[in-house]
C-alpha cells in the first residue's frame, strides 16, 4: 500500500509520454485580450494539454492549502479553547475542594459548640438536681 502511490504516478507519467508521442501534431492556438493584445501560436497538440493539466494542479494545490490552513486554524482555536476549559475544570475543583474543607471545618466547630452547650446543660442540670436535693433535705429535716 505505501507505494501504490509511487506505481500510480510512474503509471501516470507513463501515459502522458505515449500521449505526447502519439499528439505531435501542430495546433493552432489563438488567445485574444481585448485591450492587452492577442496571442498566437503553433505548438504540439500535447503542450495545451499538459499546460491546462498544470494549471489545475496549480488551482487544486492552492486551494487544498487554503482549506488545509482554515481547518488548522479551527484546530488552533479549539486546543485554546480546550486549554481554557480545562483550567475553569481545575479552578472549579479546587473550589469545590476548598468548599469541601470549609464545610468540614464548619462541621468540626458545630460538633465542639455542641459538645460543649450539652456539658454546660449537664453542668446546669447537675446542679439543679444536687439544690433539689439540698431544698428536700432541709425541707425534710424541718
Known amino acids: 500500500?505505501?507505494?501504490?502511490?509511487?506505481?500510480?504516478?510512474?503509471?501516470?507519467?507513463?501515459?502522458?509520454?505515449?500521449?505526447?508521442?502519439?499528439?505531435?501534431?501542430?495546433?493552432?492556438?489563438?488567445?485574444?485580450?481585448?485591450?492587452f493584445g492577442s496571442y498566437t501560436s503553433q505548438k504540439p497538440l500535447f503542450v495545451p494539454v499538459f499546460f491546462a493539466l498544470a494549471l489545475g494542479i496549480i488551482f487544486s494545490v492552492g486551494y487544498f492549502f487554503v482549506y488545509h490552513s482554515r481547518l488548522q486554524l479551527q484546530i488552533r482555536f479549539q486546543e485554546k479553547e480546550i486549554r481554557r476549559l480545562k483550567k475553569l475544570v481545575l479552578l472549579e475543583r479546587e473550589s469545590n475542594q476548598t468548599m469541601a474543607q470549609k464545610n468540614n471545618d464548619l462541621e468540626q466547630i458545630s460538633e465542639r459548640l455542641q459538645h460543649q452547650i450539652n456539658t454546660k446543660l449537664l453542668e446546669q442540670n447537675a446542679n439543679v438536681v444536687t439544690r433539689l436535693k439540698d431544698n428536700l433535705i432541709t425541707t425534710h429535716e424541718n
Open 1 to 35: 500500500m505505501r507505494y501504490f502511490g509511487l506505481l500510480f504516478f510512474a503509471l501516470f507519467l507513463i501515459l502522458c509520454v505515449l500521449f505526447s508521442m502519439n499528439n505531435a501534431e501542430a495546433v493552432r492556438i489563438h488567445f485574444d485580450a481585448g485591450w
